[in-house]
Each structure stands twice: as C-alpha cells, then as structure tokens.
C-alpha cells in the first residue's frame, strides 16, 4: 500500500505538528494503521497549493487543512469528518465512525465546539480567541464547558463518550485537548489536566493508546508556535 498524504500546517515546535483538525487525521490514521506521509503548508499558502492538487473547499467556501490524498484510489478529500468517513468507506477495519452513527457524531463535534469554545471555536491561535480584556473571561467559559463535557462522559459510563466503543468523538475531543497543550500557558495546562479528576489528560493518553499515536505530549508543550 502506498502512502496516504496529509497536508498540514507546520509549527515552530520540534514535531512541528500543532493545529487540531489535522490531528484528528493523524488519529484515524493510526487508528487504522495507515500508512501516510505529511507535507507542510505554511497558512499563507494554502489556498493556492489545496487548488493546485484540486482539493474542495470546505464550510464558508475557505481552503483549509486537513486534506489527504490517496494514491492507492486516487481521491483528495477534504475535512477532517469527511476523512473520517472516507477511511471507513475504503478501509473499514477498525470504524472510526460506528454504522449509524454518522449525523450523530457530526453533530456530536459541533456540540463539542460550541460547548468548550463557543463563539471563539472558529480560531486557532488562543490571542486571537482572547482579545485583551477577555482572557479570563474565554478562560473561565473553557472550564465550565468542559465540567458539561465531563457530565457527558460521565453518564456514558466515563471512559469513551459511546461507553465502550472508541470513535472519531473521542477522537475530537482529545485532538483539541492536545492544542490547548501548546497553546494553553503552563498553569492552565496543569488546571485543565487536574480537572475532573484528570479526566483530559487521561483521555489523551487513552486515545494516543488506541490509535498508536503520540500527539500532544504536555513535556513538548510551547508557547512558540507558528
């Protein structure tokens, strides 16, 4: 099997690996065992090389990252979720996505987001989502939505948000739980790890376990990225 592509978006840390929804990729990848190779985008040019290998845009008609290209089938796909289905539709061992489950994950990330980010869930530079004045406030509603995440969990039989069957929701939740590692200042990193009982710092763990992945160590955490 060839390699399967994923474009990214390079940071100034030593894996150079940063931005969350490529991560989730990153995930499914080693969820399933794929093979894939990365080639970094600097954010200014993404819109022209996503045109060059025909990638479609996605929400609000912006290029963005990820995108994968399958050299085994010949499709560039576009958006971590749809990915996600892709995988499953063309190498169905190990679901990412249970049968069925497809509206309800979907609908599970957007819930995730608007929970824990709100109406910064757009951004992915936390100066950007904390404007001068509101970084306390930003930071207060990013615990309190995760305390309603944990709930979730909780009542899903506490380690994976479908009880004992691993998904892409997982998969998002701790994708955006290795961001706040490198974005977040090193107290607000310790905060949300002690949170619920160390809750995201375990589910981490778990879903690098599950996915052979090793993304979002908290030792690698910097603040210079990008």
């Not at 479609?56 to 963005?64: D, H, I, L, V």
């Not at 899903?156 to 948000?161: A, M, P, Q, V």
Request: charged share 20%; glycine share 8%; net charge negative.
């Amino acid at each position: 099997m060839q390699p399967i592509i994923l474009y990214d978006i390079p940071s100034k840390l030593p894996k150079k690996q940063w931005a969350p929804n490529p991560s989730k990729t990153r995930f499914c990848l080693g969820h399933k065992g794929l093979p894939y190779e990365v080639i970094w985008v600097e954010l200014c040019d993404i819109a022209a090389t996503m045109k060059g290998i025909g990638a479609s845009p996605t929400a609000g008609e912006r290029y963005t990252v990820p995108v994968i290209n399958d050299p085994n089938t010949g499709v560039t796909i576009s958006d971590s979720h749809a990915i996600a289905k892709y995988l499953d539709e063309t190498y169905p061992d190990k679901p990412l996505i249970p049968h069925g489950t497809h509206v309800l994950v979907e609908t599970f990330e957007t819930l995730f987001l608007n929970t824990v980010m709100g109406p910064m869930a757009r951004e992915t530079r936390w100066e950007d989502m904390a404007p001068e004045g509101k970084a306390q406030e930003m930071w207060t509603a990013l615990k309190k939505g995760l305390g309603v995440v944990d709930g979730w969990y909780q009542k899903s039989g506490d380690r994976w948000i479908m009880g004992d069957t691993f998904s892409f929701a997982d998969i998002v939740v701790a994708s955006w739980i290795a961001w706040w590692n490198v974005v977040l200042n090193e107290q607000e990193c310790r905060e949300v790890h002690a949170l619920h009982g160390g809750r995201w710092a375990r589910l981490l763990a778990d879903v690098n376990t599950e996915c052979n992945t090793n993304l979002g160590s908290f030792a690698e955490r910097r603040l210079s990225f990008l």
